[in-house]
Antibody, heavy 128, light 109 residues
Framework: EVQLVQSGAEVKKPGESLKISCKGS????????IGWVRQMPGKGLEWMGI????????RYSPSFQGQVTISADKSISTAYLQWSSLKASDTAMYYC?????????????????????WGQGTLVTVSS | EIVLTQSPATLSLSPGERATLSCRAS??????LAWYQQKPGQAPRLLIY???NRATGIPARFSGSGSGTDFTLTISSLEPEDFAVYYC???????????FGQGTKLEIK
């Protein structure tokens, strides 16, 4: 059974750093991209970025580039999302999810869409 | 950056009725479009991928159609558990990135 288990809720002050985690099990961790999604209170879903744990190839949404860092440690099947200096506006639920896309070398295009397995979410609250 | 626009923002229907949700892309996304259902306090659940393929375990009353810029999620006969918020999401190639629509709230009439 595929599972993504995220780290627990966090309460932080503005300016503090934070790293949250997403541990995968039940599948080949290095073979599937993992994406991160933000949901601010009462709002919709926002794609933040995605990483391929096999080689740590990482892509960011322009909205989040430079604001967060996505990484992965394949030795422990865990992906991370981190902030160096939190802001109150970072208060949100953060989800990780697997993305079953594949790269076609011949065409140079990716195939597939959607995030099929999701973590339970990590609530981050930033308040002074 | 591709923008997805969902309509309507809110859809009020009764159990047993047919629901039709729309998602329009600002430029072609081929068939790389997915649909999700999200209930309060829960993570999103993948319903449809590649525009028209049902994800594992999704009931047959959910169907997706479309390609290019116009997509539709249809729920043929609403069950009480279908009332939730629905999002569409696209994936582009160059650069590799995703975007979500703003969501459609399906509420009980």
């Amino acid at each position: 059974e595929v599972q993504l288990v995220q780290s627990g809720a966090e309460v932080k002050k503005p300016g503090e750093s934070l790293k949250i985690s997403c541990k995968g099990s039940g599948y080949s961790f290095t073979s599937y991209w993992i994406g991160w999604v933000r949901q601010m209170p009462g709002k919709g879903l926002e794609w933040m970025g995605i990483i391929y744990p096999g080689d740590s190839d990482t892509r960011y949404s322009p909205s989040f580039q430079g604001q967060v860092t996505i990484s992965a440690d394949k030795s422990i099947s865990t992906a991370y999302l981190q902030w160096s200096s939190l802001k109150a506006s970072d208060t949100a639920m953060y989800y990780c999810a697997t993305a079953p896309i594949s790269y076609d070398i011949l065409t140079g295009y990716y195939k597939g869409s959607g995030f099929d397995y999701w973590g339970q979410g990590t609530l981050v609250t930033v308040s002074s | 950056e591709i923008v997805l626009t969902q309509s309507p923002a809110t859809l009020s229907l009764s159990p047993g009725e047919r629901a039709t949700l729309s998602c329009r892309a600002s430029q072609s996304v081929s068939s790389y479009l997915a649909w999700y259902q999200q209930k309060p306090g829960q993570a999103p659940r993948l319903l449809i991928y590649d525009a028209s393929n049902r994800a594992t375990g999704i009931p047959a009353r959910f169907s997706g159609s479309g390609s290019g810029t116009d997509f539709t999620l249809t729920i043929s006969s609403l069950e009480p558990e279908d009332f939730a918020v629905y999002y569409c999401q696209q994936r582009s190639n160059w650069p590799l990135m995703y975007t979500f629509g703003q969501g459609t709230k399906l509420e009980i009439k």
